[in-house]
């Protein structure tokens, strides 16, 4: 008999390889020539802490780790004891990985120097270790953020070497601590989502290239501002209450634009009375979503309708009024 090639497995049988995020990314990586595998072991580094943060935060009455430290952080706002100990999480495991020169998180007022000159790393990272961390209370999808930046060792100072626009960053992503746990990443080749499988501890790839959808008529925002919104941003409510519109708001950024990148829809934060800037923070908020927004096919801008991403930061804890999601939906905002 003739030889009829590779033999089909029969319907319903999966034959696709299970992937890691370790493994998704080393296969990443070895696409660039010269590459030295450093990169992975940023990405390693992050999981694991991601890891040890999920299980502290679905033990957080159980180990008394829930409430506050007593401490306001550089935004004035309270940390709560959380906040802290994933701060010192992702500190202590992204420390010692010697391809990062320059570390930068939401809890601290300055950039951390791990490494100058000839010790220096390649690459900077810049998280909010905790962010919506304030529903804990009521166990409500928290989430860590994080961005990788090129270092450039002929800056000299922290704060200029990573107040760069989203435009330049090398990959990005959060991990949301929800009904499960999950950590969705981009290197600028799409964007693909993994779920932990806490049984055996790794991060399994369960949809590659995401793709958001360019409408959906859902927006997420913080209504109980609106009083202090912009006319623009008013103007668009009162359309989207007369057309149809759903509304959906956590609270937490990550689960806000988890949904949104998953369902589409858009999610906003505009100038508010209190935060005449808005609220949320440019280069480890803003940016890192921005970035995977894009990558899903979606837009992100600011209040008056430049890309987030061309922005140009002055100080690490800048914040950037926001609007980002399905492209028409994000669009219809700006045509209010
Ligand atoms: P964080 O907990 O890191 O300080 O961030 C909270 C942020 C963000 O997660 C969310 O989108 C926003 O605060 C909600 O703000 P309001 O409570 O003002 O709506
Ligand atoms: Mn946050
Ligand atoms: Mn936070």
Redesign the pocket.
Same mark, same amino acid.
Request: glycine share 8%.
């Given at each position: 008999m003739p030889d009829s090639g590779p033999k089909q497995a029969p319907r319903g049988v999966v034959t696709d390889n299970l992937v890691s995020l370790q493994s998704f990314i080393l296969e990443e990586e070895a696409r660039y020539p010269g590459a030295t595998g450093e990169f992975s072991w940023i990405i390693s580094a992050v999981s694991l802490a991601a890891k040890i943060i999920a299980h502290k935060v679905r033990h957080v009455r159980l180990q008394e780790v829930l409430g506050e430290q007593g401490d306001v952080n550089v935004?004035g706002?309270e940390q709560l004891r959380m =906040?802290v100990i994933a701060n010192e999480v992702i500190m202590r495991v992204l420390g010692g990985r010697s391809s990062i020169a320059v570390l930068g998180s939401?809890e601290d007022e300055e950039p951390t120097i791990l490494r100058r000159g000839r010790d220096g790393g390649k690459y900077c990272v810049l998280f =909010?270790p905790? =962010?919506?961390?304030?529903n804990l209370d009521t166990a409500v999808g &928290?989430g860590t953020i994080f961005t990788i930046l090129r270092n450039d060792p002929s800056i000299p100072g922290a704060v200029e070497t990573v107040c760069q626009p989203g435009s330049k960053q090398v990959a990005a992503g959060y991990v949301l601590y929800g009904s499960s746990t999950i950590f969705v990443i981009t290197t600028g080749r799409g964007v693909h989502m993994f779920e932990l499988d806490a049984s055996i501890g790794s991060f399994m790839l369960v949809k590659r290239d995401m793709r958001m959808p360019a409408r959906k008529k859902v927006y997420s925002v913080?209504e109980a501002?609106a009083d202090g919104f912009p006319e623009p941003f008013r103007r668009y409510l009162s359309w989207a209450h007369a057309n149809g519109y759903s509304s959906r708001?956590i609270?937490?950024? &990550?689960a =806000?634009v988890h949904r949104t990148l998953v369902n589409g829809g858009v999610f906003l934060?505009p100038p508010t009375a209190k935060h005449p800037h808005g609220?949320?923070r440019l280069l480890y908020?803003a940016n890192p979503m921005s970035f995977l927004v894009e990558q899903a096919g979606g837009t992100s801008v600011t209040a008056d309708g430049r890309r987030t991403m061309d922005i140009v930061p002055r100080e690490l804890h800048e914040r950037v009024p926001l609007v980002m999601g399905s492209r028409d939906e994000v669009a219809a905002v700006l045509n209010a």
């Open positions: 935004q706002e =906040d939401e =909010d905790l =962010d919506g961390s304030s &928290v913080n501002n708001y609270g937490s950024m &990550v =806000d934060y609220k949320l908020e």
